[in-house]
């Protein structure tokens, strides 16, 4: 019996081995198959889509082609078909849960502005839409936005144009904000769920001038600011995004913001959103060489106290107490 017992080890060893060596080789096997059968299904379905030696010039229009063909597949399962470029018509249900999903994301991964562009168009309903354009049409300069539908970009604006203004000016103060905060005018997304395009472009206009919003309150996009604003645009245009967003997001910050926030800035932003003149109907790009404080006045808008600096303040606060405290468990 321990004769047998002592046979079975390099027994059991060869066999292990014989298995390790069979695995190794069939793994071997399926993965030199797969490179070879998948690049002859690949030349397949180039040969297949006339794309292995057709290096032309028509590439790019066969190609273009190719996608519009499936764009206009893919449109005909649409409730309507696209009313202006880039446009992706939902069904209620799809916007329910865009605006449920886009919701959850944006609380826990505020980070992430894809998320806060989803839920922005998902919470933009026709009626709040409507509500804007009805005031834009009551007055002129308003009016006269919905006419021309200018675009805010880094070329319509003329970013070394505004570098040069005078630095009391709107167009200077707004350069050396976007400087600051490491932002362009670029950047903003385009308009792509909402189904009337005249409250697209509204809605466009509305994420475009945002900046603006920062720029003339002096608040950075560190996320206490960005509250601010979001309160400030609740209260002056009834975006239902801004809204939430002035509600729900200080339940992540930690007890010194909350405290700053609810004690300075939401206070400043509700007061001054209902106080000063609708935002929607200001031609921002016509008036970038007034002086900032003339056009804040007219606005009827005061800044808030400095965000940065209180920040800085409080943080010089702490390393000086820390120095203290270290310089005190030294000594003891």
Known sequence: ???????????????????????????????????VFGKRAKLADAMENGELHNK???????????MDKRLKKLSETRPIKPRYEGHVPLYPHERMLLFAISGLKSFFHPED????????????????????????????????????QPNITSDTLDMDRLKKMDKNSLGYTYYTWLITEGVSPDTRAPVKYIDDPLQA???????????FYHAINGLPIIIEGEIAIKALEAAN????????????????????????????????????????????????????????????????????????????????????????????????
């Open 1 to 35: 019996m321990l004769r047998l017992g002592v046979s079975r080890t390099p027994i059991n060893r060869q066999f292990v081995g014989y298995e390790q060596r069979r695995h190794f080789i069939v793994a071997s096997a399926l993965t030199l198959g797969g490179f």
């Open 56 to 66: 032309n010039n028509d590439d790019e229009a066969i190609r273009k082609d190719r």
């Open 113 to 148: 502005g894809n998320n806060i562009v989803k839920l922005g168009e998902s919470s933009a309903f026709p009626f709040v839409l409507e509500s804007l354009k009805q005031c834009m049409l009551g007055d002129e300069t308003g009016r006269r936005i919905l006419r021309e």
């Open 201 to 211: 472009f509204i809605f466009k206009r509305y994420r475009q001038c945002h900046d």
């Open 237 to 332: 245009m009834g975006i239902p995004m801004a809204a939430l967003g002035a509600l729900l997001a200080p339940l992540r910050l930690k007890p010194i913001q909350k405290e700053r926030l609810y004690d300075i800035y939401l206070p400043w932003a509700i007061r001054t959103g209902l106080s000063c003149k609708p935002l929607i109907n200001v031609y921002w790009e016509e008036l970038l060489e007034k002086d900032v404080n003339e056009l804040r006045k007219e606005l009827g808008i005061q800044p808030p106290p400095n965000l940065r600096a209180i920040r800085q303040e409080r943080s010089k606060i702490r390393k000086e107490l820390k120095m203290k405290y270290d310089a005190y468990e030294v000594g003891m």
